[in-house]
């Protein structure tokens, strides 16, 4: 068995070291395997342009990147929080996986959403599988965006993926219902860390920008049905204890196995 934890929050634009303490104190007390942080949750989100980015981020020495290291060693935990990554004159919408003992990996967002596309350069780390070091649970990372692309949540399955961990800063209410279908065609558990609150940005041309962020952070049994679902608004903790194992058995029923009985010859894209 295993415990995840998905922490919703509201950060503060342009306020790490604020956010970091925010996080330190929702996760105080807080005994866990797995913590599952939001989509750029160091830094918030609503950058207007690669510069403001750039300024924002921070490479794999900076000091987000010290305070993860530290909480998944105080938890013997894999901690997977979202960040702006920097490396050299690119900005990367990222994923770090520390893990307990000091160990980073790093994802970058394969599919970028809306004003990403003019703050961040496309993800080029590729998808992949992590293993828990103190727990036999190999977890897939995906960011927001990417669950439109059911190939995405397939490929984390094709690694071997007991969980999906996603990162998120939704802003949409539909959602849920790709989420849930990814965990259900795939027989995996999602888990979702999405943020909550409202950011305001004023635009170059004078207008603004308001984003209100859909909170509902949630964990999806490989049926594809919500073990439990954070609402809208809350900061919260959700910690949830799993089977891992479960999700390895592929068949549905007595004949059909989602995997062996794919037919990829006939399949486009």
Partial sequence: MLKISLVQFTP?????????????????????DI?????????GYSFLNQAEALTASEGLDGESIAFFKQLANEHKAMVIAGFAERDGEKVYNSALIALPGGELKVYRKTHLFFREKVCFSEGNSGFFIVDHP???????????????????????TLLGADIIACPSNLVSNVWGIGMAARALENKVYVAVANRCGTETRQMDDGSTQSLTFTGGSVLYNFTGEPIEQADKTEQHVITLEIDPLLTR??????YNDLLNDRRPKFYLG
């Avoid at 103190?134 to 984390?156: F, H, Q, T």
């Avoid at 058995?249 to 007595?254: L, P, S, V």
């Fill in 134 to 156: 103190l727990k036999d649970c190999k977890v897939g990372i995906m960011i927001c965006n990417d669950w439109r692309y059911p190939e995405a949540a397939r490929s984390l």
């Fill in 12 to 32: 503060e634009f342009g306020a790490p070291a604020k956010n970091l303490q925010h996080i330190a104190g929702l996760l105080n007390g807080v005994e866990t």
């Fill in 249 to 254: 058995d592929k068949f549905f029923n007595a």
């Fill in 35 to 43: 913590i599952l942080l939001p989509e750029l949750c160091t830094t």
